[in-house]
């Protein structure tokens, strides 16, 4: 796409180039012919020459400043994405023109150029003695420009706490907006003396904190995983990657910090409602519940009647599990308990492989807490001949998904890798207890394979290609149903 633009430009900047050479020798043509418009230099004949000289002189100045910038200068910023500062465009004009200025006066009016800069430099004492904050203001615009600290659409903040959108830069002063829509000029030396903070740069998306108080009861990593797992979810960040600490000990709790990662700060608000809603609702989903709402979320366990020891290896239990995930959500409470009782706990940190694509394998699991990312290895053939393999992540799952279905239910090999992105706790549930269940339980193949089919057909993009054949036939449900209970032997 950007080969195309620069060849566009090029062809633009080409064609603007020779418009204007075109112009200019045209003009200088015209020049020389005004010149024969009095023959001796005098009377007004040689005033309307003068006059005729000079505006063709301001003239070829003016195309040689708008060829400058439309055929040179607009296509060299295009290509290398970076503008050339506003100031030094005004000072390159003012040069070319002031240029112009003194070939009329001494060319055309043979005036002595000694006498004009002795004019202009005593005039310019005097400018610059009245004028010197105007100049202040002007020489930091210019500073401003040059250092390009300072871009339009940059986010900034000052050291009383204000903080504003920058709207426009000029050559005294800059243009801002106010968070509450107000606008505000200040001064280009203001900007510059003041400790500013830049919150767009180097890069627009910048770091958010939210605060999260949890009782002293509740076991660090299992609250760092959930409020991981619950800003990892939250759609529209620039990151998936949160950051999640105990920051410090209070008296009505554990004050947890969590930075994460927005795309510019004029969307930072809505980035922290949608942070704080993820982190409510895991909250909730985990047996948590929010108590008090102000700076910062402070929550405590449902049943303020239990007593519970602290212990850091507690996690969510097998049956809030297994409830989360919908998987046995057909079934009646019995069964779900009885299921639960029969799933084995594995936490695993972050970077620990859960199985890799190709594997055999025998159980399927539900994530209770944390994030686990799934990567298809891909073989794909070079030019020359050789076969190049590659991994690509294809899906990112959290508490409440369940994965390794296909091959509990199906026999089939492990059609991805699935590699822990966070410490994660999951439940392991092996064809054994599924086969016991089927037996005891009529009807239980056919609830868990209504609910495996109804999961997969909510997400589209995360089926397998199992999944979409299964979808072509008649019965999903049923044939699901017999595929597994046939190879379990039943």
């Not at 076991?219 to 990892?232: F, G, N």
Request: hydrophobic share 45%; glycine share 6%; net charge neutral.
């Amino acid at each position: 796409m950007k080969i195309c633009v620069d060849k566009i430009m090029e062809k633009r900047s080409l064609r603007l180039s020779v418009i204007g050479i075109l112009s200019i020798a045209l003009l200088c043509v015209a020049y020389g012919i005004s010149d024969k418009i009095s023959v001796d230099n005098t009377g007004d004949l040689y005033d309307y020459e003068c006059l005729v000289k000079s505006f063709i002189v301001v003239l070829i100045s003016i195309i040689v400043i708008r060829t400058l910038f439309s055929a040179i200068i607009n296509p060299a910023e295009i290509r290398h994405n970076k503008k050339m500062p506003g100031i030094l465009k005004y000072v390159v004009g003012a040069l070319i023109l002031t240029i112009a200025a003194v070939y009329i006066v001494t060319a055309i009016y043979s005036k002595s150029a000694m006498a004009i800069f002795t004019t202009l430099g005593a005039s310019g004492i005097g400018i610059a003695f009245i004028a010197q904050d105007t100049l202040k203001e002007l020489i930091a615009g210019i500073i401003i420009s040059f250092q390009n600290d300072f871009r339009v659409g940059d986010w900034i903040k000052f050291p009383d706490g204000t903080i504003a959108k920058i709207l426009r830069t000029k050559l005294t002063c800059i243009d801002l907006e106010l968070l509450n829509d107000t606008r505000l000029y200040i001064s280009n030396t203001k900007l510059t003396n003041a400790s500013v903070i830049n919150l767009s740069q180097p890069t627009p998306a910048h770091f958010n904190r939210i605060d999260v108080i949890l009782e002293h009861d509740v076991p660090i990593e299992q609250a760092r995983r959930i409020l991981y797992t619950a800003t990892a979810n939250t759609p529209g960040l620039a990151s998936r990657e949160p950051l999640v600490v105990a920051d410090a000990v209070l008296q009505n709790g554990i004050l947890f910090a969590i930075f994460f990662k927005i795309p510019s700060y004029d969307v930072g608000a809505e980035m922290k409602h949608r942070v704080i809603s993820s982190l409510v609702k895991h909250l909730h989903s985990h047996g948590l519940k929010v108590c008090e709402v102000g700076e910062s979320i402070n929550v405590k366990i449902v049943d303020n009647k239990l007593v519970k020891s602290f212990n850091d290896d507690d996690t969510t239990d097998a049956k809030t599990a297994l409830r989360y995930s919908g998987l046995l959500k057909n079934c009646n409470d019995e069964i779900l308990e009885h299921f639960a009782t029969s799933m084995e706990k594995i936490v695993m940190k972050a970077g620990d492989v859960v199985f890799k694509q190709g594997e055999e394998g025998d159980t399927m699991f539900i994530i209770a807490e944390g994030v686990v990312s799934v990567s298809l290895d891909v073989s794909v053939a070079e030019e020359d001949g050789k076969v190049h393999k590659s991994s690509n992540v294809i899906a990112t799952l959290s508490d409440g998904a369940y994965f390794g279905e296909m091959a509990l239910l199906r026999g089939e090999k492990r059609n991805a890798t699935v590699v822990a992105k966070s410490d994660v706790v999951l439940f392991k549930i092996r064809r054994e207890t599924v086969k016991a269940f089927t037996e005891k339980y009529s009807d239980f193949a056919k609830k868990l394979s209504e609910a495996i089919v109804e999961r997969s057909n909510e997400n589209a993009a995360k089926k397998s290609e199992f999944m979409k054949e299964l979808n072509k036939k008649a019965d999903p449900i049923a044939e699901f149903m017999n595929a597994f209970k046939a190879f379990l032997g039943n």
